[in-house]
């Protein structure tokens, strides 16, 4: 390969000055050509020690910066949708954060325009398809020695809730995980949703509706249930079991080292998902930096953002009139047909 | 104590049988007096080699045996009223198998017989009560450091179902196991249920809904969501995980013997419910005949086995029509007031 | 069967009394007649609420007491040899705790009085062989499937020893469990001991050498090495895993109730071997009443208790000389040759 | 830091590539300036598609090359002392695959020329040192909550061994890992080794003393046994256990995918050393690159080279004569007293 590949990055909150570090030290094969944040200090800090980087306050300044090639959105959601339009409106590949856009009606406008384009361009963050345990759980369900999967059921759960989140958001932010892996792991799309709400934990914040347990329907049959806990208190955790015809298979139990100590056997709950996923995000940017400079777009499509949105959309209806909810999908592009 | 307890045994079929093996070799302080089937040969099989125990065939005949001072009914379901009626008669000491009627109509009218009695005979014999696993599960959540139940997570899986079983029965026979342990666990009183049908497995006979996702909502706010699957081809595996304010706790991942080869660690999953919950029945008699022999009644009551009776009629009836369903209970009797 | 086993119970110090209401309340099949204690109070103590068992201070006069039939040996180690000299004297089956007799001379007097005899009178109680996991292990040794065995790694350790333990009594008192163990799973005779000894644990009791790391040679060339730490602090851990040929398998990773709270996962590691091995005295016992009511000896042969006595005699060797020690057998009897 | 680090690759074998296809693709922050291999055809192979990056057949030429900063050693073990005095020679930092010199006369010239510089230079690779597991269990050690380590039980084996690998391999390649993550773990020196050995298995090449138990004692009174099979057939499996005054840890419990069917549970084992530590390479990469361009040497040093290496030769000299060796160490040279 050789040449570097110079890429912009638009967001310098948290999200952003990781993947600035990770396209910087940890992933071979970019540069950080630009980094674009409103707030100067931030893109400032994003790009102190990187040598070349430009920091700028303006997105559509970053994308037109010299050198860029490519694109990694990890600005707020709100802020995807024109960051992805100027991207394609250049014909830059890009790798956009989840949510790819908050809202169906903006996601399926990405889509249209992606298709209009006649080529792929965006490639959606959703990391767990980078997440070994996972790669490992699709792989063997696509081996078929256990049939076809009749049911998974999953378990996500967060120490606490950053400030601000809704009830809402426990589907459109947290549960949008499960329902990409399950579209991925599945390949069958959502054909309905229910949510039910046990009594909320005194641990959450007043009001907000936490746990909630949420049961997705697939148009293949097949019953995904989720349990979705953000304010736990015990530590991050993310299981996931696949029932077959002919057996299970199961991710999330922790590994790693069991201390026995005053009568009991411990390990360690990872407390956040940067520690539990962040070999995942590093396969996933290296992934992406990789396809990107052979000329080839990977991973998870404009698509799969818009169906998430449009399933997340179906949930919190759901959640809201405390009945089942129909997923209902635009006609699906030719662009994004299976090969 | 001394003198051994003079046990009749109702019903010699698979599971009587193994009850009189166990009254007369495992457990300490019982000996069987009178075996009662309908099938003479069957009762003469199950007292050979039971030195005192005489073979009948009428079960009113083997309660009024002489020797007789406690009943155990282990004979089908359908025989349980008239067979626990009868003892009430008689003033004797019940171990009743699971169910305790079928129907939640029978089963009050033994609740009522009993409360007219004004003291307690009878035990029903849900067996997981008993078993080590659960009974931690229970201290656990009875200490008080994890805060309150939110939801159980409950697996209940056996290898394949045996011939004529329902679409109900994995309600009625199965579920409710889950449904008594979760009242148990919880102390609080089913509500409601909804019943989900993922794509039933090929692995199931044509035209049983198997598997089947049962979601219990209980009086306290509490949600339990079970996955009941009679044909899962691979083993008997029952899970549980109680998901609290400030933690959680599960009981059933395999332990036992770890056999690295080949590329792989396998552990043994048992097969029958025999295997994983046979020190469970022990303990169950054991202690039955302890209390017994003291003149005492433990363990489940018939209260217990009605509310099992009418929550896995809701279930059914949310199974038929594909809806939520109420859960309607009688008035408790005060004999079954918590002391 | 019918009638009950009459036993004789020889001590009632902790495990004599255990015993005794082993016999009387647990298993089945066996009525307690006499027991005896130097101090008249204990076994007082162990026979109230026993009908019918009488409290004796001496051994002899509670073989002699009317009804016995066999003999269970719970008395101190030094005792032993008496006592069963004094069983087969009347030609009683013996159940004896281990050690069989301290001091490979003894047990070998003990060995040839019974092959005196002619005929097997004596098991001893290595309850190791009667525990779930142990069995399983060794069923799937016997299998052949993993070929051969060429080591076993085993890990013993106590939260703490009892006072007057001594150093020469981690291998006299608990690698004799881990010697009887290996020569029943592997069918091979010790022929070396060597002991290691790690920087002592300020744990111990001053003086005492605990930790200890005891490797036995067996005559087949497997290496059977054991950690023993009477004073670990933690809990009561039994780990035992078999190298073989073509794989290995391993037991005693803590099963049971997982606890995930405040950033782990937690499960409990029993605190004493009463815990562990509850099942496997209650099998043990069980299957001597249930072998000696059909005229039968089973289990460990004084044999075994002469070579678990031998080799632990050349390890105590080892520990003080700090070198290799060879194992001296005496020749085997015809009595104890496998059938 | 900015500028990437030219490296020069010496050796394009398996690892040698392995570590090219690292730099250039996986690990950010270096370029591949040249390699150099005695084969041309290899050393062709390793460049091909790397921008940049020459090929050549002297490893002099190719520490020479212009825009060469560091070197990576990853020739076989017999080139290593020449390379290593070459970059010394150059000023240039190194990172040199493991075993560091074979051999501890030559690992001691290249620490006496070391310590001459005045600077350290080199770092070695001993990658687990760079394992998130073997990390963690570190971090608990050194926090002290579990007193002092006691024994450390290891267990290492692979699938098969290599054509042409001999019996003292075993300890010179093989437990030379557990030698220096011991080191590193405890923070003492080795004292003495003994080397038992069990019956060879018949999976291993006729003549090799495979499987092996080592046993090595420290000058702080730690025992330290290492299980070494290198033909078990079965997997690739590294665990280490830290039994200590207060509890145990450990560490390579298989963890990941359980998957459930025909009555097992089965979790994989992963078949190969660059499977289970592909993390722990890329991590020791990336750190040598970044303390590097910072202008630092971090990691283990010459002396824990030649440490590794004169452990190992005691170890050799014990499996040949079957009797405990002594372990004889230079004085260590201020250059590399702990700070």
Not at 248 to 267: I, K, M, W, Y
Request: charged share 20%.
């Amino acid at each position: 390969m050789g040449e570097l590949l110079g890429v912009a990055v638009l967001g310098a909150g948290h999200m952003g000055a990781d993947h600035v570090r990770r396209l910087d030290r940890t992933v071979g094969g970019a540069r950080v050509v630009a980094v674009a944040d409103p707030d100067p200090a931030r893109a400032e800090a994003a790009v102190a020690g990187v040598a070349g980087a430009k920091a700028l306050t303006e997105a559509e300044a970053a994308l037109d910066a010299p050198g860029v090639e490519a694109v990694l959105i990890a600005s707020p959601g709100e802020a995807h949708e024109a960051a992805l339009l100027a991207a394609f409106a250049r014909g830059l590949p890009v790798l956009c954060e989840k949510p790819m856009v908050p809202g169906s009606a903006g996601a399926l406008r990405v889509v249209e325009a992606e298709a209009r384009l006649g080529r792929r361009l965006a490639q959606i963050g959703f990391m767990r398809r980078h997440d070994t345990a996972y790669a490992r759980l699709k792989s063997v369900l696509d081996g078929g020695s256990l049939g076809r999967v009749l049911m998974l059921h999953c378990v996500h759960r967060n120490v606490s809730s950053p400030p601000g989140f809704t009830s809402a958001m426990l589907i459109e932010s947290s549960v949008a995980h499960e329902i990409d892996a399950a579209r991925w792991l599945l390949g069958q799309e959502p054909a309905a949703v229910s949510v039910l709400r046990p009594r909320p934990s005194p641990g959450a914040p007043e009001g907000l509706l936490d746990p909630q347990f949420v049961v997705l329907e697939t148009d293949g049959g097949a019953l995904v249930d989720v349990e979705i806990f953000v304010n736990c208190g015990s530590g991050y955790e993310v299981r996931c079991e696949a029932v077959c015809e002919k057996g299970s298979a199961r991710l999330g139990q922790a590994p790693g080292l069991a201390v026995t100590a005053a009568g009991t056997v411990r390990e360690e709950v990872p407390q956040d998902y940067l520690v539990r996923f962040a070999d995942a995000y590093d396969r996933e940017v290296r992934a992406w930096v990789d396809a990107t400079r052979r000329g080839r777009v990977t991973g998870a499509s404009a698509w799969d953002g818009y169906v998430a949105a449009a399933t997340a959309e179906a949930g919190v209806r759901a959640l809201q009139t405390g009945t089942r909810s129909t997923v209902h999908l635009a006609p699906r592009p030719a662009l994004y047909h299976p090969a």
